[in-house]
T-cell receptor
Framework: GQSLEQPSEVTAVEGAIVQINCTYQTSGFYGLSWYQQHDGGAPTFLSYNGLDGLEETGRFSSFLSRSDSYGYLLLQELQMKDSASYFCAVRGGGGFKTIFGAGTRLFVKA | GAGVSQSPSNKVTEKGKDVELRCDPISGHTALYWYRQSLGQGLEFLIYFQGNSAPDKSGLPSDRFSAERTGGSVSTLTIQRTQQEDSAVYLC????????????FGPGTRLTVT
């Protein structure tokens, strides 16, 4: 089967840097994605890693180590609007279904 | 262009009734996904379509749940004999293909079973 683990909650101050870790177990791994979801909203895509290494998109970066079954999302220069839930998701399991982690709720304080 | 749309946005139904949830994906997107999200929880994979076929139905919680997709476009998720535990937000997403990096989500249908 497939499973993902990520912290349930993270709190940081405005302007700081925060890292949200994700470990996964799956067969037939295709890639690790990150999504952001504000309360009452739909998930929106942030980043995808299919290969090892760092992907950078503005203030957000994502890292993957396939040998460690581990990835993280790095958010820099935190803003109040970054307060949301962040989900890692893995595609694989012998097909192309996508399994999401339980989500990490990020609280950004002034 | 238009994003993924879902209807209805809210549905309240009595226990035991059948419901149909509709998803209109982004035009040209061949892959379509259904998820379920309970309050404060993560997204639970239900089923995905590659074109009109559903290679993996393993996420459907029970045989009361079924889904179909016609014409490579609109998809319908049907829940028969609804139960209170079916209450959740049902999210649909589409992507250019099953290997595409990004899934685009619709606003969801909030289902409440009374």
């Amino acid at each position: 089967g497939q499973s993902l683990e990520q912290p349930s909650e993270v709190t940081a101050v405005e302007g700081a840097i925060v890292q949200i870790n994700c470990t996964y177990q799956t067969s037939g791994f295709y890639g690790l994605s990150w999504y952001q979801q504000h309360d009452g909203g739909a998930p929106t895509f942030l980043s995808y890693n299919g290969l090892d290494g760092l992907e950078e998109t503005g203030r957000f970066s994502s890292f993957l180590s396939r040998s460690d079954s581990y990835g993280y999302l790095l958010l820099q220069e935190l803003q109040m609007k970054d307060s949301a839930s962040y989900f890692c998701a893995v595609r694989g399991g012998g097909g192309f279904k996508t399994i999401f982690g339980a989500g990490t709720r990020l609280f950004v304080k002034a | 262009g238009a994003g993924v749309s879902q209807s209805p946005s809210n549905k309240v139904t009595e226990k035991g009734k059948d419901v149909e949830l509709r998803c209109d994906p982004i035009s040209g997107h061949t892959a379509l996904y259904w998820y379920r999200q309970s309050l404060g929880q993560g997204l639970e994979f239900l089923i995905y379509f590659q074109g009109n076929s559903a290679p993996d139905k393993s996420g459907l919680p029970s045989d009361r749940f079924s889904a179909e997709r016609t014409g490579g476009s609109v998809s319908t998720l049907t829940i028969q004999r609804t139960q209170q535990e079916d209450s959740a937000v049902y999210l649909c997403a589409s992507s250019l293909g099953v290997l595409a990096d990004e899934q685009y989500f619709g606003p969801g249908t909030r289902l409440t079973v009374t």
